[in-house]
């Protein structure tokens, strides 16, 4: 139906388009002196009118319409059945209803759900067929009265280039409303987990059992979120990372910047972005089956007792993930040093590797420790490296050969089949994730504006 | 005199040791930056070997071609889709097995993958013709099988260490000794739906689930990406908001990819109540995510049109809309184009927000459209790495090197743009 109306949509624009633009073209011909815009503004006029409200209004119908559509159903139920019901019921209900109205009928079910499917049937299409006659009734009025403003003196063109300079506006805002909805989604669900568990368990406790919580009257069914060991696990495989991608990223950069001729400059660069290329998911493959197993077997030659989803597993490949930013933003920063800097070191007899360490360097590291916040920020969100090859179980150590889990391991377990959104199981995903979000923004900012105020430096 | 030349001496050979030691330093580095990046090489080689080295067998399927007897007893010709097919299958098994004992049928018809009975069947509805004569099919083996057909479980192993008695094997060599097994390329791969089962499960369900995913992403994230672009660059007075904008676009192309998936759960199925693991839902996160990305190329692309263009256009008369609309717009689509691209790579490869949304159903059809759960491709790659049948660990790398063979052609695809397109002034 959606997609019919789309459709409807662009045609009437269209239609509108040439209706408009036919008429510019009769003020054109009939006094070519005095016709403000090109017939084509004209068009692009009437079609905008016509095309954008209706746009607009069956995009926010859709959106809205099942909200609308279930306060309806929930207030139709019989009050037996909705009576001091939890919102986690009223949800399993309307699921329920929705089922039996798509014809996914499993055993009997009751004779008000039964009801309930047909009045919810019966408001579909009643809500369907009332957006089509809106939608079509606006454009077709629209289309009547855009045309009946236009004249040859009327500016088309002004008023055309008007809202697309608001449209332009919107699109730009539409990074902050990302922005805006991430804190906002994500500070109303953990305020809401704050409510059940405090804070101070949250960011203090040694214990975290998310699974126990499931029913509220377990033993242990609270107490079991202390997040220190999901942290802990996060910094420990983090820096496994960083000391994998470091000194390789570091090193190649040095090499690169100062050893390397222009050839083998844009065969290993190319190599190089191919690694940041490869989707993390293949990388969290590749840590199962054949890294861990090798570390596992290598921890055996030694008789350690490694545990097959080791922290260096996962730690590791995160590592060779992260080499082409390491390498990528200290090259930038080592090129971005000025060059009479460098020649002067090398004319006064020194040697390209003391350039490098005693002049580039020093002049560099602002950018290069900006790229490697960076990255740390890049480590500590991965995702699927950790699910895949990390633990999750949390336990409070730094054995690198020990088994930890992380905090997107911890949202992606936690989120995963469930979606139940009052337990504090789920909410708790939500409470990882705003602190993800803080710690890794907090990281970003710091670098970007140590990146940036580098660089103004010498330019 | 001669206490001088031995001072010099000594200053020379001191002089001269530190030169070496100067030297030595230099090539240590030298050889330190040479190690660092053959390290980095080696480890993407051993990525990619390993990945092809396992997945190389599942671009090939084991086949039995089985002669099924339809009798009329076991199906009706009026309504053959209600035949008996378990024992036509079986049927089908005794006849091709000599010497087989009916108590062994049940073990044997194992050889053949478990929806052998539905593939008949389909067959058979599709052509009814053939009830009363002997329909000749070539059916996946199952798993098992497969694997010890591909060496991949060796047949030579004690008998209590594989998953085969020698009694099966020896079904198998009799079916062998026919000639009736092959191993043709595996076009179920990329043709089949999902399946609980390796020998018969393909990507195509996910392919198509990534088609409609990337392509929501593609509708919402280019024309506001380019809209928002053009704004920053050429309309927006430099002042705090477009500050805040613009520090904002740059923070957001680094959030972690998985807060993405947070936001699609919480807002688009929570709030807006969209269907879980639909398409539609993920291009969705995946276009905020591109979003970034398409904004910061774009800007770069319009940076690159040179001010004499504009300041032409605008000479004879062009408004500001109409200098970037008709000139600049057109001279920067190239590089537009190409980050775009890029971005749509990146999107493709994202695993984590798609799992949030529930893009990790079990779905054994493909999506109808962008409103039906469906799977993606890494994520189906993330569901077959975690199901426990050998089969699925080759089938995994094949699906990686599909992913892989997808991101080629896009980044190929870009590379070509831009050489091809790519304006020098």
Known sequence: MVGYLLTTILLLSCVAFWVG??????????SAQSTHSL??????????????PALVLVLLWVLFQNNVINGLLVGSLPDDLTAGASPAQISLLIAEVRNVAAGQIFG??????????????????????????????????????TRARLTPAFRARNRVENILSGLMILCSIAAVL????????????SWAFFKIVPPADFFFGLNWEPQIAIRADQVAGNGAFGAVPVFVGTILIATIAMTVATPIGLYTAIYLVEYANERTRSIVKPILEMLAGVPTVVYGFFAVLTVAPAI??????????????????????????IIPFISSLSDDALRAVPRSLRDGSLAMGATRAETMTRVLLPAALPGIVGGILLALSRAIGETMIVVMAA????????????SVTTVTVQIVTLLIGDTAFDSPKTLAAFALGLVLFLITLALNVVALRVVRKYREQYD | MTDMAATLQAQKTAAEAMRKRRYAADARLRWYGRIAISVAILLLLTLLVTISAGGYKAFIQTHATIDFPISEELVDRADPAKGDWRAVVRNGIEAAIPGIAASELRKAQQILTNNTQFFVRDAVVADPSVIGKTLTMRVPVSDPYDQMQKGVVSRHLPEERRRLTDREIEWFDALASQGRISTPFNWGLLFNADSRFPEIAGLSG?????????????????????????????????NRITDIIEVNINNLAAVPSIVFGLLGLAVFLQMFGLPRSAPLVGGMVLSLMTLPTIIIVTRAALKSVPPSIRE???????????????????????????????????????????????????????????????????TQIFIWADSPERGFVARTSAGIMVLLGFLLVMNAIAIFLRQRLERRW
């Open chain 1, 391 to 402: 633990g999750l179980i949390a336990s409070l150590t730094f054995n690198p050969i020990d």
């Open chain 1, 39 to 52: 017939p084509g503004y004209h068009g692009a006029f009437v079609a905008i009118w016509v095309g954008l």
């Open chain 1, 21 to 30: 633009r036919s008429a510019g073209n009769k003020f054109a011909a009939k």
């Open chain 2, 206 to 238: 996910a392919i198509v689930g990534s088609f409609y995913a990337l392509m929501v992403c593609f509708l919402i994230s280019f024309p506001v990406g380019i809209a928002a672009a053009v704004y920053l660059e050429e309309f927006a007075p430099k």
């Open chain 2, 312 to 378: 032409a256009a605008a000479g004879i008369g062009a408004s500001p809309h109409q200098v970037i609309l008709h000139h600049v717009l057109p001279l920067a689509l190239p590089g537009i184009l190409t980050g775009t691209i890029i971005g749509l790579a990146q999107a493709l490869g994202e695993t984590a927000p798609l799992l949030l949304i529930g893009m990790n159903a079990f779905i054994t059809s493909p999506p109808g459209g962008v409103m039906e759960a469906s799977t993606a491709l890494p």
């Open chain 1, 108 to 145: 009997t079910p009751s004779p008000d759900i039964v009801a309930a499917a047909e009045r919810l049937g019966s408001w579909q299409s009643i809500s369907a067929w009332a957006m089509v006659v809106v939608a079509v009734s606006i454009m077709l009025l629209a289309m009547a009265f």
């Open chain 1, 296 to 321: 596992r077997e290598a921890g055996g030659l030694f008789g350690l007792a490694t545990s097959p989803n080791s922290a260096l597993a996962a730690g590791g490949v995160m590592g060779i993930m």
């Open chain 1, 178 to 189: 990302t922005t805006l909805g991430i804190i906002t989604s994500l500070l109303y669900e």
